[in-house]
């Protein structure tokens, strides 16, 4: 007997293969259905059931976590007093410092050599022949002349001096590490080289701590204590005979900037004495005014400030000595607002660059632990009242002293006073700080806390005239863009305006640089986030015109922040809003190389702009959708996502002019055609070839046989254009190349044979890809080859298993009826596609095999009628599927009993199973 397809009655196959459906009485997602799994979660939890909902297992990292945090603070409680507290601020601080003001490899400079030690040869003279007096004496280390050297030289000596000093204390010469130490902190009474100072800061307190740290643990040790809350009355005489030594030694110093540093270094060891030694930080504090240079001055503070956190209680009231000190120097040194035409010469500009770190430093220290409600006392002991009348009369504030304070008050306390402070830093005349950065700082202060900010009306007059008396564009976009949010949250859209015609009316005569481009980004994007709405953005005074003024990246920022607001809310169908979001979508386009761009740049706004043009719904004006479509391609073209959208869209709109009956077959043609121009611009085959298929699915959905004989040509011409390489390294490509065959196979069974009587046309155009790509893997070649085998089936029916919705294309077996030849070549066909079938289903070697074994066996088994051929190749199929599977295996169990069902059961009974 030879191969013969098997007849098949679809619908009563169809009868008798349905499950039974009955009305539910509840929807399956409801809450009361769900409570079954509720239960199960429940013996989940209780160990009774082997389900286990992931999101409901106890975590144990809390509990890991907490633990290494206390080991972390045992272990910081152990450290020396020294790095307690400031360790990591400290060291942060001084990073920060450095990097703030880098140092030049070959500025040259002039220093005294006797900073530096010559020779690394420990001095032969013993400690208790040393006297103090003796301290100063330079004529020891041999220093005899100035050097000119570098800055780096200058910076890598003293670097070197803190190993020097280290190895005197381990060779047991106490006296020359301290003469050594000496000699680093002098280096930061000439501030000739005012550039390098804050460095040479860091590296003379590098030396100082760990000074006093080799101190504090000789004294520790010898005082022979292991607790750290100590009394000075546990100490032994030798450890305070001790103590009481060092402080001698370092009393008798001439110099007083390194007698003020080297106290400091020593100023936890005062605790072996007092047991109050915060009682010492008054009278250096009343030291510091002795020093007369204003730059090692603001530097003697700030080391005072961060050596008092070493010490375990203090009072502020020194550092408010310190900061009011600190004022006094700079009313020094800055000119108000009305001289020197308003600005500062260069080297006092540039010191107080240099000095503002200091000043920060010490405020944030004075802030560190203190009280809300001991603010209002502190600013009125800083010559700061929340009393107008007093402000205005008698003020000592300084601009840059303000600035910092701004940054550390409590936002409740700044939202309680904002117009007390706006007038502070209105009044204030000095030039030591930009005032406009003050009014910025404010703002943005205030608006951390939006909903608390007392007295807004009077709050925003005062500053509109503030802001209205900086004609400069930028000191005015950066005032405006910190009070936006105020101004916003308060809906006041009238000074939103009056703030937008400032802008525009300044842009006018200055031109935007960068750093205007950014703040006016900052403004633009507040603004739309406040309204979210684009018609109200649209309503904007000037909305155009500040989109012009935009270039760059940050025209680009707000384009793609403008497309995400608009594609938001759902479909966008208003036609001036579509034109101006065109725009906007071109300009996004235009404004970045897609060419050029890496992927994870370009994806952003390709989506964006692909979502806005998929959001646009013209209604029932499909003509000027098609339109709007076309427009876009053009303005478009590098856009691959995109250019499948428009495919796709280009679809729909022809299945909604098919269904609702109310256009002309001519506009469909069009879509058509819109697609067949479209398409090959894609560069990627796979996408082609879906996108063709979609397309012929529209085609035949319409009737149009022309168009989709076109369509289903390009299509399998799309398959030999498949770059083997690409698909051999993707392994989801090559399964989705076989899926869109399949595909292809299964929608081919309603599409009409060719202009000839060819029947099998496509089928054939399939076996011919087969044979002509090598990188094809067996499994993929049996899964083409049974879709192959299910179509030329199908076709041979008298009857389809589905067939096109319009009825307007005429089936096959209505077209070669009469036609032996045409059943004839398809059992030829199968023939060729059968034979290859089992041959790729024992090439595979993969575990796959018994799967595709038992696939391609019920492929044979329901198409064809039982045969010496079919038979042949079932049982050799069954046979690789025993040999994968066992002999319980389900999938194997039901495809014999198909087979014994299908008169294959010479297979059943062939032998047991394993």
């Not at 803190?162 to 501030?191: F, H, P």
């Not at 770190?357 to 010490?362: F, G, L, Q, T």
């Not at 996004?588 to 959001?615: A, T, W």
């Not at 879709?787 to 067939?803: D, G, K, M, T």
Request: aromatic share 6%.
């Amino acid at each position: 007997m030879g191969l013969e397809f098997r007849r098949r009655d679809y619908r009563a196959e169809e009868l008798a293969l349905s499950l039974q459906r009955g009305r539910a009485d509840t929807h399956p997602l409801s809450a009361s259905s769900s409570s079954s799994s509720h239960l199960q979660v429940e013996e989940c939890e209780s160990g009774k059931d082997d389900f286990c909902d992931p999101l409901r297992v106890s975590d144990g990292s809390t509990e890991m976590s907490s633990s290494d945090v206390n080991r972390e603070d045992a272990c910081t409680e152990a450290t020396a007093p020294s790095q307690l507290k400031t360790m990591k601020g400290w060291i942060s601080y001084k990073k920060m410092l450095m990097q703030r003001f880098p140092v030049s490899k070959t500025s040259p400079m002039s220093v005294a050599s006797g900073v530096h030690v010559k020779g690394t040869k420990a001095i032969e003279k013993s400690a208790k022949d040393l006297h103090s007096g003796e301290l100063d004496d330079d004529k020891i280390f041999d220093d005899k002349d100035v050097k000119g050297i570098s800055q780096q030289e200058h910076l890598s000596k003293l670097h070197a001096l803190k190993d020097e000093i280290n190895q005197y204390w381990c060779a047991g010469d106490r006296v020359t590490s301290l003469r050594l130490s000496i000699k680093a902190v002098r280096s930061l009474m000439d501030s000739s080289a005012i550039q390098i100072y804050p460095t040479l800061f860091v590296l003379a307190t590098d030396i100082m701590d760990m000074l006093g740290d080799l101190v504090w643990n000789r004294i520790k040790e010898k005082a022979e204590i292991t607790e750290e809350n100590f009394k000075a009355d546990d100490i032994c005489f030798d450890a305070k005979e001790t103590c009481n030594n060092w402080f001698s030694k370092v009393g008798s110093i001439r110099e007083l900037l390194p007698r003020i540093y080297l106290e400091l270094a020593l100023l936890p060891c005062w605790r072996f004495l007092h047991d109050h030694p915060e009682n010492i930080l008054k009278r250096l504090v009343e030291m510091t005014r002795g020093i007369a240079d204003p730059l090692a001055s603001a530097y003697c503070r700030l080391y005072l400030a961060q050596c008092s956190l070493r010490l375990s209680q203090h009072d502020t009231g020194f550092l408010i000595a310190c900061i009011n000190d600190l004022k006094l120097v700079l009313a020094r040194l800055t000119p108000a607002r009305e001289t020197v035409n308003g600005n500062l010469y260069g080297n006092i500009e540039l010191l107080l660059t240099l000095v503002e770190p200091a000043i920060e430093y010490v405020i944030k220290c004075l802030f560190k632990d203190l009280k809300k409600m001991e603010i209002s006392k502190m600013l009125l002991a800083l010559g700061l009242s929340s009393n107008l009348s007093i402000l205005s009369k008698n003020h000592s504030c300084i601009s840059v002293v303000l600035h910092h304070i701004l940054k550390e008050l409590p936002v409740e306390y700044i939202c309680s006073n904002a117009v007390e402070l706006l007038h502070l830093i209105e009044i204030i005349d000095d030039r030591s700080f930009d005032q406009s950065l003050n009014f910025n700082l404010l703002g943005h202060r205030l608006c951390e806390l939006v909903s608390q900010v007392s007295n807004v009306h009077l709050l925003v007059d005062k500053f509109i005239q503030v802001l209205s008396c900086h004609a400069n564009l930028h000191a005015y976009l950066m005032l405006a863009d910190a009070y936006l949010d105020i101004i916003l949250e308060n809906h006041l859209g009238m000074l939103l305006n009056v703030i937008l015609d400032g802008i525009l009316e300044r842009v006018r005569d200055e031109r935007i640089g960068e750093n205007e481009l950014v703040i006016l980004q900052s403004v633009f994007l507040k603004i739309l986030t406040h309204f979210g709405d684009i018609e109200k953005i649209l309503a904007l005074n000037h909305f155009a015109d500040f989109l012009d003024m935009m270039h760059g990246s940050a025209r680009n920022s707000i384009n793609m922040h403008i497309l995400n607001m608009a594609t938001r809310n759902g479909q966008i169908q208003d036609p001036i809003i579509i034109e101006v979001l065109l725009e906007v979508a071109q300009a996004l386009y235009n404004g970045l190389d897609f060419s050029n761009m890496r992927k994870d740049e370009y994806q952003h706004p390709s989506r964006l702009i692909s979502r806005f043009v998929y959001m646009v719904d013209h209604g029932m004006e499909v003509e000027s959708h098609l339109r709007f479509l076309a427009q876009c391609r053009g303005a478009f073209s590098g856009i691959n996502e995109l250019q499948e959208n428009l495919v796709h869209s280009s679809n729909n709109l022809a299945v909604k002019a098919m269904r609702n009956g109310n256009s002309s077959m001519s506009f469909v043609k069009s879509c058509l055609a819109f697609n067949e121009v479209t398409i090959p611009a894609i560069p990627a085959n796979l996408r082609q070839l879906n996108l063709y298929i979609e397309t012929a699915e529209v085609a035949l959905l319409g009737g149009f046989v022309s168009h989709l004989d076109g369509l289903l040509n390009a299509a399998v011409n799309c398959l030999q254009m498949i770059d083997p390489v690409n698909v051999m390294q993707m392994a989801e490509d090559g399964d989705e190349a076989i899926s869109l065959i399949c595909k292809l196979c299964g929608m081919s069974v309603m599409v009409p044979g060719g202009v000839e009587p060819e029947v099998a046309y496509i089928p054939k155009r399939l076996l011919s890809f087969l044979n002509s790509q090598s990188w094809i893997l067996p499994r993929m070649k049996a899964k083409i080859l049974s879709a192959i085998v299910f179509l030329s089936a199908a076709l041979s029916q008298n009857q389809l298993p589905y067939h096109a919705v319009s009825g307007k294309v005429i089936c096959n077996y209505q077209l070669f009826v009469g036609f032996p030849s045409a059943h004839q070549e398809l059992l030829s066909l199968s023939h060729i596609a059968l034979q290859g079938i089992v041959n790729c289903v024992m090439q595979e070697s993969s575990k796959e095999r018994g799967k595709l074994a038992l696939e391609s066996c019920n492929c044979v088994a329901s198409s064809f009628m039982a045969s010496d051929e079919t038979l042949e190749a079932c049982s050799k199929l069954v046979e690789i599927a025993k040999s994968c599977y066992s002999a319980d295996d389900k999938f194997l169990q039901s495809t014999l009993k198909f087979l014994d069902a299908s008169q294959f059961h010479l297979l059943c009974n062939s032998g047991p199973v394993g």
